[in-house]
């Protein structure tokens, strides 16, 4: 038996590891879209204390910003975390 009880506007994402992301440079090539990735929450967090750049499961690299804003998920990471990948 499942109970499995999903109510749309309330799901979360807080369980996934890696966690997403926004992609919110601008001045990067210019030339695609804005994704959330999927990366390791403290890469993330270092990220956000250094500047470095961290590296998404798709393979980009970016400096990732602070806000919590919404992006739709690149595909390109989904593929590869449904695939098993880790970074
Ligand atoms: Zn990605």
Known sequence: MRAETITP?????ETIDPVQAPDTI????GDHDRFA???KK???VR???TGEAIT???G??????RDPSRYPICPTCVERKAA???L
């Open 26 to 29: 601008d001045t990067d090539s």
């Open 84 to 86: 098993g990948w880790t």
């Open 42 to 44: 403290a890469d993330i």
């Open 9 to 13: 506007g309330t799901i979360t994402r």
């Open 60 to 65: 980009k690299k970016w400096v990732p910003s």
């Open 37 to 39: 990735h999927y990366c």
């Open 47 to 49: 990220a956000l204390v």
């Open 56 to 58: 998404a499961l798709c």
